[in-house]
């Protein structure tokens, strides 16, 4: 009963006379069997058990034709239950004439389309032109198909959606469904779950997950997670721009290149809602589109991309440089790019911890923004990100107020982005403010803000608030390793020989090279550097002139 996805849509009959259910089967296929696909049961539960299977896969059922009298349970209680699963299905009962009286009942119980008495001979005459009809009204119907992936979840729940910004950061099409709307009700009975375990995945093959972990739900939903090979040229480790950029001149260049990322690709600017100082995009791009076309740069050219896997240590090996992972395999290298970037510091204030994606955002969480709508919305920063969020939900929120703790945006805020915000009408900007507390049981609720000059808190109310208040290096992996900054950003190049002296342990009789770390064939681009410039083009750039000194270093090796 586990029948091959249909792309326009199914057709079921239950029967427990397998000589009947062979016969309606054999003349629903040679009417609609280049349309639908016909599915077969000879039993009410054998058939809300393929119901359910085709539920999870995202299949659309059209009809259901149900025979009455089946031992067990007959043909208005499996539709009435069929209702649960699939209440856009038009339905159809097959009935003997001494059955004509529970059939008409049945159009009140199980809001009945059709009944069908038997025979049905010639089809012709008496099944054809009576499905015909039901088939183009279900057709004009709103029976959307939904992409292969859905999630089921509460809407204030943080793993919930953590789970959402993973698939869309990585590209992977889903739908969302509160387990409190009927929908979301339906697909947790079809996996056998109530709500106390959430979110549900389910998968395109119509595998449900309870509460996958970032790792699983990765390789479920199609992302590679596991390296081709043991040995490569070059590994870069981080994903964001300067990561993609090295992996698209690695790999274009011929060196065997895989990509390890934590997350999702994009990094920092993958998030962003809209980057409009990037060369080449005059009417600006957004960081999922930038991300999408380098990433998929990346493997037309051979890049391998892994997903989900942290990369817990760095290692040398004679000439290995070798990478592990958390969970205790390792991959090894000629060389290694780091472009592990940065990531959004936490807001210290009391209660922002525990409302974490319940209310309160890490970046722009753009998969949030529709539920913004109308909204009151509070941002804290006041640097490009934070800017180009507050345009962003704008567009849909009934006000955003960014928080900002200096005495202007100019310090920190490119000049266009400042005058977009200017002349947005629902945009209102307070210096010198800060997030003093934040309020709520099950989501945010209210704000305790504070004026940095006076000392004055006032209490708001606020459902959402997305944070930007700077950016740490995520580094401490290679504590002992590598040589860093009292800030965890790394040391590289002329940074390492301030006195014109080699690092210690250096072992060449050539200075590192300009982006080379304190360890001989392993580099460092984009924001993880120390003292880079934090911008997208910079990174880029980084990542191409890394791979060029990687040819450098491998041509003397």
Not at 247 to 266: D, I, K, P
Not at 323 to 342: K, P
Not at 470 to 495: E, K, N, Q
Request: glycine letters at 10%; one cysteine or more.
């Amino acid at each position: 009963m586990a029948p091959e996805r249909s792309t326009v849509g199914v057709i079921m009959t239950v029967d427990d006379d397998p000589g009947v259910s062979r016969a309606v089967a054999r003349d629903l296929r040679r009417r609609y069997g280049e349309s639908y696909r016909i599915v077969r049961a000879e039993s009410g539960e054998s058939a809300l058990q393929a119901l359910r299977e085709l539920k999870l896969r995202g299949d659309l059922v059209a009809v259901i034709l149900a025979d009455y009298r089946m031992p067990q349970m007959n043909g208005i209680e499996f539709l009435e239950q069929a209702l649960d699963v699939y209440p856009g299905a038009r339905r159809v009962l097959l009935t003997a004439y001494a059955d004509t009286n529970a059939a008409i009942d049945a159009i009140n119980v199980v809001d009945l389309d059709h009944y069908l008495l038997k025979p049905w001979d010639p089809p012709e005459e008496k099944l054809y032109p009576v499905l015909d009809d039901l088939l183009e009204a279900w057709r004009g119907s709103d029976f959307r198909p939904v992409p292969a992936t859905k999630v089921v979840g509460h809407r204030w729940s943080a793993r919930s959606s953590e789970v959402r910004e993973f698939l869309a950061r990585n590209q992977v099409p889903y739908r969302w469904y509160s387990a409190d709307e009927p929908e979301g009700r339906r697909l947790l009975a079809a996996a056998g779950q109530d709500a106390q375990r959430l979110p549900l995945v389910i998968t395109p093959d119509g595998t449900a997950l309870v509460e996958p972990d970032t790792s699983e739900l990765a390789a479920r939903v199609g992302l590679a997670t596991t390296p081709a090979a043991d040995f490569y040229d070059l590994v870069v480790i981080g994903g964001g721009p300067a990561g993609l950029g090295s992996a698209v001149y690695g790999a274009s260049e011929g060196l065997r290149t895989v990509l390890v990322e934590r997350s999702a690709t994009g990094g920092q600017a993958g998030q962003s809602s809209r980057i409009e100082n990037y060369l080449g995009f005059p009417d600006g791009v957004s960081g999922a589109q930038l991300t999408d076309r380098a990433r998929r740069q990346a493997a037309k050219f051979g890049a391998e991309i892994l997903t989900a896997r942290e990369v817990t240590g760095l290692e040398i090996n004679g000439s290995a440089r070798v990478v592990r992972f958390s969970d205790g395999s390792a991959i090894a290298a000629h060389s290694v790019i780091l472009a592990t970037g940065v990531s959004y510091r936490q807001l210290n204030a009391p209660g922002a911890f525990d409302l974490t994606g319940c209310g309160v955002f890490y970046g722009s969480a753009l998969t949030e923004a529709e539920s913004c709508q109308g909204h009151d919305v509070y941002i804290v920063g006041g640097a490009n990100s934070a800017g180009q969020a507050a345009m962003y939900l704008a567009r849909g929120a009934k006000s955003v107020t960014l928080l900002v703790r200096g005495e202007s945006l100019s310090a920190s805020m490119s000049y266009y982005l400042i005058q977009q915000i200017e002349e947005a009408p629902n945009i209102s900007v307070r210096c010198g403010t800060v997030v003093e507390a934040a309020h709520g049981s099950e989501h945010l609720e209210q704000l305790t803000l504070r004026d940095v000059e006076s000392g004055r808190t006032e209490l708001v109310d606020a459902q959402w608030m997305f944070v930007f208040i700077g950016a740490a290096p995520r580094t401490d992996w290679l504590d002992g390793a590598v040589l860093r900054d009292d800030h965890g950003f790394i040391l590289a190049g002329p940074d390492l020989t301030p006195d014109g002296r080699p690092p210690t342990g250096w072992e060449l009789d050539r200075p590192p090279y300009h982006l080379e770390t304190n360890i001989p064939g392993v580099f460092v681009a984009g924001d993880a550097r120390a003292e880079s410039a934090k911008r997208v083009a910079s990174a880029v750039g980084e990542g191409a002139m890394a791979v060029m000194l990687v040819h450098r270093y491998l041509e003397q090796s």
